[in-house]
């Protein structure tokens, strides 16, 4: 098949998609799919009728640096004015594909306007469609969601910028954008100075903003792929939180897999995520992530993944992994089960 690899963009997470996007074209070749990668936002300046023919080496080096990229130097560097967010030929390229590989990060990649458009055009592509991943993006859709299927989460309010909405909890408490992604802008506050700070910090990056309960406890990822939960992942920082550096940065946290939970928490664990991949809609591939939270031993939910990371260091492929899907097995299985859902 002639796949297009989707990455880049313009997101605060574009290192993390081009470093996804990359490692997918290695495995979809090495499979003997020609699989080619396109910057979203960047384009194909050539004949589009010559991109399938393109055989560029792709290495799987990691894009990926202490903190995420400048977008306002991303879009100096493309060399054009127009704000529109599909780069030059690339909807006429995935017209052309027979699949498209979606391995945005972010917004415009994984809060459905990606997905709707590529509904409109007969794209086929992979992943949830653009309802269930808008609803997964934004935490305080996904967030209601969740309360209304029993599925247990952190206390929480929303703050719109120049609102007038006070804190619903002094300290310690959780800030963070409504529809971020790979913790940008993401703050654990104490006291009513690293309040200030935290919520100056989230409003860099959006309009809308969640002030959370801080759950304190073990923190867990489970993954699903197709009818299949797969085993939860614990995931271990050896400093701070599990925030950007620490996620993308080798040796940063420990990540063990399968948890070691026992097999009554790690069924409740699988269940509770096979809940919200059901409630909120999502179709072929995902993640769910959970504090066990040692005052009352109960699992909160924290927030779900409709397009989860496929780097080195994401948690999905070490999941799979464990049940002896290999990388290269695990993109085939994710265009294979989103094919189904053209048939």
Not at 228 to 257: H, M, R, S, W
Not at 315 to 327: C, D, S, T
Request: glycine share 10%; net charge negative.
């Amino acid at each position: 098949m002639n796949i297009v690899v989707l990455g880049g963009g313009i997101s605060t997470e574009r290192d993390v998609s081009l470093t996804s996007s990359r490692n997918i074209v290695k495995a979809l070749r090495s499979v003997g799919e020609n699989a080619v990668l396109l910057d979203v936002f960047m384009g194909y300046d050539g004949d589009p009728e010559e991109f399938f023919s393109k055989n560029e080496e792709v290495t799987s080096e990691s894009l990926i640096g202490l903190v995420d990229p400048s977008i306002d130097e991303i879009k100096k560097a493309r060399g054009i004015s127009e704000d529109e967010f599909f780069g030059k030929n690339v909807l006429k390229i995935c017209k052309k594909a027979d699949f498209v590989f979606l391995g945005l990060h972010g917004e415009d990649g994984e809060d459905g306007k990606v997905q709707a458009t590529f509904d409109l055009l007969g794209i086929k592509y992979t992943g949830s469609g653009c309802l269930a991943s808008a609803l997964a993006m934004n935490k305080y859709f996904s967030k209601q969601v969740m309360v209304a299927n029993g599925i247990i989460t952190a206390d929480y309010t929303v703050m719109k910028c120049g609102g007038t909405a006070a804190p619903k909890y002094t300290k310690p408490c959780v800030i963070k954008p409504c529809s971020g992604g790979s913790s940008v802008g993401v703050s654990i506050v104490t006291n009513e100075a690293e309040y200030a700070a935290a919520v100056k910090k989230a409003f860099k990056y959006e309009d809308e903003i969640i002030i959370e309960e801080y759950i304190k406890g073990r923190e867990f990822s489970v993954g699903v792929l197709g009818d299949k939960v797969l085993p939860p992942i614990e995931i271990i920082p050896k400093d701070g939180f599990y925030d950007y550096e620490n996620k993308y940065q080798a040796g940063k946290t420990l990540e063990v897999c399968p948890a070691e939970l026992s097999n009554e928490q790690t069924k409740l664990l699988q269940l509770y995520t096979k809940r919200v991949f059901d409630a909120l809609g999502l179709e072929v591939y995902g993640r769910a992530d959970f504090i066990l939270n040692e005052a009352d031993g109960d699992f909160y939910c924290l927030e779900v993944n409709s397009l989860p990371g496929m780097t080195q260091m994401s948690l999905l492929p070490q999941e799979a992994a464990a049940i002896g899907i290999e990388y290269p097995e695990l993109c085939k299985k994710i265009i294979e089960i989103s094919n189904n859902k053209y048939c």
